[in-house]
Every structure is written in structure tokens, then in C-alpha cells.
């Protein structure tokens, strides 16, 4: 969906490296969240937040943070890259003022490969 | 921990036939949702059900909803190759306030031309 755009689409990193992926979106939409997702695997919830002061730890947040910067961006950042955080990243976002706000909307996703 | 659960993992069908995938889950939920996945790509919002109906449609897609079986089926009627995708169940937990869904593993639906 163009309208949740990730930055970067790829990267390839070394272990003990720091590394944010960035997330934008124009939807207007109050909820962010970020997921990664694992060969032959489902999404697992990293961090969420609901506004700008809210920040939430998912599932599996050891090894990750998050900053919301706006509304409209919400980074990812591996503060010491290890192998077994290669994975695909995506970002989603959710309207609570909707009446819909269970579906989320995805990003494109970024494949990070940390060797 | 994964909440939903997809069945099979892996389906191949010809153009034109019927594509049929379960999800079965572990706890009460408000609503369940399946989202479609291309290749490498973002999911995709297909259809919700919320816990009170039993079957919804939604052009080629039809989903039911067993809460008693704490089960759901995703029907894809006459099949196109376009329809290859990884496909996913979704669930919010009841109660739970926070509007997080919980991801299944998928069924990854070959269609072959």
C-alpha cells in the first residue's frame, strides 16, 4: 500500500551494528505497529503505539526500540544487530476513529539480513 | 505465542476450482480477520468477521465463523492464477482492549494456470 511506505526495502548489515528502519504513512491514521516475520512463520508484534506518547511492547521486543516520532512516522531501531534478527519487517497502521480500527494496513516490508 | 492456526499450509489447485483453508484459535475474540500476502510483499485486509456472525461474503471470498469450535473457513470460489498468495488469519483477543491481532502461520495457495 503506498500510503505506508518503509525505508529502507533492504539492507544487509554486520552483527553489533545499530540500524533504524523508518516508517511513513499519509493515511492519517493514529495506530502504528511494527512486526517481523520469519520464513514459513506468521507476524509477530514488536512494538505498537496508539499516539505519539504511547509506546507498547509486543510479543518479542527484546533487541528492539521504537520511536514515534509523529503521527505519521514510527522507527524501528536494533541497537546491536544479531544474526537471528534477519527477518522481514513490516509496518502497519490502524484507524481507531474508523469504526474499523481491527484492520491494519501494511507496508511494503524491509528485509534485513544481518551476517 | 501464535493465536491462529492455518490449515493446510500448502494448497495446489487449477484455475477455476474451489480453494477452501481453515483457522482454528485458542480464545475468545472479538473479531477474525484473513489477509492476503503476494510474494515478499505486505498484507493485504480481505474480509472481517466479527464474533457474532457466522458467514460473510464478499465477491469471490466467503469466511465462517464457528465460535463455538473456535474455528473459521476461508472459501475462494472459481480461482484465478492471480489468487497465488500466502494467506492469513488474524484474530483480536476479547477483552483485551489493545486491538492487537495475533497472526496465524498462513496457507500458502498455489493456482495453476
Known amino acids: 500500500d503506498a500510503d505506508v511506505t518503509q525505508t529502507p526495502r533492504n539492507r544487509i548489515t554486520k552483527t553489533g551494528k545499530r540500524i533504524m528502519l523508518e516508517c511513513s504513512q499519509t493515511?492519517?491514521?493514529?495506530?502504528m505497529y511494527w512486526y517481523r516475520q520469519d520464513p514459513g512463520l506468521g507476524l509477530r508484534l514488536i512494538y505498537y503505539s496508539f499516539d505519539v506518547k504511547d509506546i507498547n511492547k509486543g510479543e518479542i521486543s527484546d533487541g528492539y526500540s521504537v520511536s514515534r516520532q509523529a503521527q505519521a512516522k514510527f522507527s524501528l531501531s536494533l541497537e546491536s544487530a544479531i544474526p537471528n534478527q534477519t527477518a522481514l519487517y513490516f509496518c502497519?497502521?490502524?484507524?481507531?476513529?474508523?469504526?474499523?480500527?481491527?484492520?491494519?494496513?501494511f507496508g511494503p516490508g524491509t528485509r534485513l539480513t544481518v551476517t | 505465542s501464535q493465536q491462529g492456526e492455518e490449515d493446510p499450509q500448502a494448497l495446489s489447485i487449477q484455475e477455476g476450482e474451489n480453494a477452501t483453508m481453515n483457522c482454528s484459535y485458542k480464545t475468545s475474540i472479538n473479531n477474525l480477520q484473513w489477509y492476503r500476502q503476494n510474494s515478499g510483499r505486505g498484507l493485504v485486509h480481505l474480509i472481517l468477521?466479527?464474533?457474532?456472525?457466522r458467514e460473510k461474503h464478499s465477491g469471490r471470498l466467503r469466511v465462517t465463523l464457528d465460535t463455538s469450535k473456535k474455528s473459521s473457513s476461508l472459501l475462494i470460489t472459481a480461482s484465478r492464477a492471480a489468487d497465488t498468495a500466502s494467506y492469513f488469519c488474524?484474530?483480536?483477543?476479547f477483552g483485551a482492549g489493545s486491538y492487537q491481532l495475533t497472526f496465524g502461520k498462513g496457507t500458502k495457495l498455489s493456482v495453476i494456470p
Open positions: 488474524a484474530t483480536d483477543e
Open positions: 502497519a497502521t490502524s484507524d481507531s476513529a474508523s469504526g474499523r480500527a481491527y484492520e491494519q494496513y
Open positions: 493515511k492519517g491514521h493514529d495506530r
Open positions: 468477521i466479527r464474533s457474532n456472525e
